[in-house]
């Protein structure tokens, strides 16, 4: 298994331009998210989904959209970077929505934006 | 809302040193508790976790225990060596939605 992947590692971004970050997970998992790392602020979530074409806000939905039409799936869309989404994203799996199922995290995509 | 504070780091030890890293806890249910490691340049992975009172989670010689009357999980470890460097969150998620709360985290730096 590969786990939870994610591409690009990283991406130079200017303000305006959009793009897509892109997670696949082969574990079957229902639950997946996406979280943001920023310094002395730890991870913040997203958005997150529970299972194929359920998709929900988490913290810090504000500028990005996501979608969820597989399983494996899970990309987060920046419709028009700003400076201030310059960070780390992480994307995570877990098996089930509910309990305390270990989460799985990607290696991580460092977007800087200017 | 839910939160997790840790201490603040750098936290800088020499090898075979004890490590105490603080983490307290505000929520309105009875959450689970992690802590989760990042090593230079990869993703979280988990550590250990507890999910009710009195729980010690436990994992390459880290222990941590779920202390409900001062909401709190403090890691530590006996004997640290250069190769645990990393930071270390703690967090939390409650018993329905699987959403993590994480702490600040804290950077942990070993000196052989």
């Known amino acids: 298994n590969a786990g939870v992947t994610q591409t690009p590692k990283f991406q130079v971004l200017k303000t305006g331009q959009s793009m897509t970050l892109q997670c696949a997970q082969d574990?079957?998992?229902?639950?997946m998210s996406w979280y943001r790392q920023d310094p002395g602020m730890g991870l913040r979530l997203i958005h997150y989904s529970v299972g194929a074409g359920i998709t929900d806000q988490g913290e810090v939905p504000n500028g990005y959209n996501v979608s969820r039409s597989t399983t494996e799936d899970f990309p987060l869309r920046l419709l028009s970077a700003a400076p201030s989404q310059t960070s780390v994203y992480f994307c995570?799996?877990?098996?089930?929505?509910?309990?305390?199922?270990?989460?799985?995290f990607g290696p991580g995509t460092r977007l800087t934006v200017t | 809302g839910d939160s997790v504070t840790q201490m603040e780091g750098p936290v800088t030890l020499s090898e075979e040193a004890f490590l105490t890293i603080n983490c307290t806890y505000t929520?309105?249910?009875?959450?689970?508790l992690f802590w989760y490691v990042q090593y230079p340049g990869e993703g979280l992975q988990l550590l250990l976790k507890a999910t009710k009172a009195d729980d010690k989670g436990s994992n390459k010689g880290f222990e941590a225990t779920y202390r409900k009357e001062t909401t709190s999980f403090h890691l530590e470890k006996g004997s640290v060596q250069v190769s645990d460097s990393a930071v270390y969150f703690c967090?939390?998620?409650?018993?329905?939605?699987?959403?993590?709360?994480f702490g600040a985290g804290t950077i942990l730096r070993v000196k052989s």
């Open positions: 929520a309105t249910g009875y959450p689970s």
């Open positions: 967090a939390l998620n409650m018993e329905y939605g699987n959403k993590l709360v």
């Open positions: 995570a799996s877990s098996y089930s929505t509910y309990g305390s199922y270990e989460q799985y």
């Open positions: 574990m079957n998992h229902e639950y």
